[in-house]
């Protein structure tokens, strides 16, 4: 969960939802992208509305807006690791959102850099390697995050199809 933003000292008036949890609780995300803009236009410099804001747009599938106010959470700096690891979490999902699975493997590394046992991040980073033709790679990411994600179908289904692809690859009858 993010942090509230700072109390307005302006009069200004805010959207319907008083604080960011509000309007993510109930999915409105259109009145939390509003919320986040009065926010970022008293605190222009606090990169947590960015990235707020960012994951609003990411549900609202706005993949262009999100990676923007990603970058921008990245300049104006992000101290806190867990924040950093979302920033990378996001751009990465963005950029698998685009089909550009390069940059989405180096964002989910960066992720996976601060919290090395994140699983969805795998499940993710896996599915751009698979994306990218790099079975081997892709079954790797898939099987870490099966073994932690255990009751979870879409981790057991991509091991075991990463399984099958990789074995008819480097089977007897595979073509070199």
């Known amino acids: 969960m993010i942090?509230?933003?700072?109390?307005?000292?302006?009069?200004?008036?805010?959207p319907s939802c008083t604080a960011p949890g509000a309007c993510w609780s109930l999915r409105?995300?259109?009145?939390?992208?509003?919320?986040?803009?009065e926010a970022i236009k008293i605190a222009p410099r606090d990169a947590k509305l960015y990235l707020a804001r960012a994951e609003a747009f990411l549900r609202q599938q706005k993949y262009n807006d999100a990676q923007v106010d990603y970058d921008r959470a990245f300049v104006l700096g992000m101290s806190d690791r867990t924040d950093r690891f979302y920033g990378?979490?996001?751009?990465?999902?963005v950029n698998a959102m685009k089909a550009d699975f390069g940059l989405a493997?180096?964002?989910f590394n960066q992720a996976l850099d601060i919290?090395?046992?994140s699983s969805n991040v795998l499940l993710w980073r896996g599915y751009a390697f698979e994306r990218k033709g790099e079975r081997d790679r892709a079954l790797r990411d898939y099987?870490?995050?099966?073994?932690?994600?255990?009751?979870?179908p879409q981790a057991r289904s991509g091991a075991?199809?990463?399984r099958s692809q990789v074995a008819s690859d480097t089977g007897p009858s595979a073509k070199r």
């Open 28 to 37: 409105d995300d259109v009145n939390a992208v509003k919320f986040y803009d």
């Open 160 to 162: 075991a199809r990463m």
């Open 143 to 152: 099987e870490r995050a099966a073994a932690s994600m255990q009751d979870d």
């Open 105 to 107: 493997v180096q964002a």
């Open 88 to 93: 990378f979490v996001g751009r990465g999902y």
């Open 115 to 117: 919290f090395p046992d």
């Open 3 to 14: 942090s509230s933003p700072a109390r307005a000292r302006s009069p200004r008036t805010l």
